[in-house]
């Protein structure tokens, strides 16, 4: 049995993640303004997160997902498809939810500046393509069945949320 990682530049990602975490003490401020400019409609969904307390969770368990996706795979891959029928619960559209692992890219691009080079673009850029695999691979369950009809949310009628 192999034990090289499941993704062939592994040691690129790691090392941006490594670098990320010398430059930058908590990252969760500049990944959640990212997404906030990029997905306003999700900023309602923290109004009780006053502390950065479940972001900074959230954020932690990504940074984990994608070592263990870069790595052995021994959970990742699953967590990710889980978490998009988790979210989906909360009324989150997978197409938001998968661009949160772009988001991450951008911080880490960000707070990297020059360091973040073409190639490790590259690597980011097929990190996320093979991410993506499992996010569209993932059964949806925001397909309204014939039999049903559709389930319209507070949050679709623009009604505040809590």
């Not at 990252?27 to 999700?42: D, N």
């Amino acid at each position: 049995m192999s034990t090289a990682p499941a993704f062939a530049r592994a040691a690129e990602i790691e090392a941006s993640l490594e670098q990320l975490a010398e430059l930058c003490e908590d990252p969760t401020p500049i990944v959640y303004k990212r997404l906030f400019e990029l997905q306003p409609q999700m900023e309602p969904y923290f109004w009780r997160d006053t502390t950065d307390a479940i972001k900074g969770e959230m954020l932690s368990r990504t940074f984990a997902a994608i070592l263990d996706f870069i790595g052995e795979r021994r959970y990742a891959d699953h967590m990710i498809e889980t978490e998009i029928i988790t979210h989906e619960g909360y009324d989150v559209p997978r197409e938001v939810f998968a661009t949160f692992f772009a988001v991450v890219r951008d911080a880490v691009r960000e707070v990297l500046g020059p360091a973040f080079t073409p190639q490790l673009a590259q690597a980011w850029d097929a990190l996320l393509a093979e991410i993506d695999v499992y996010v569209q691979a993932t059964p949806r369950h925001d397909v309204v069945s014939a039999y049903h009809a559709p389930r319209v949310t507070a949050f679709q009628r623009g009604e505040p949320l809590g």
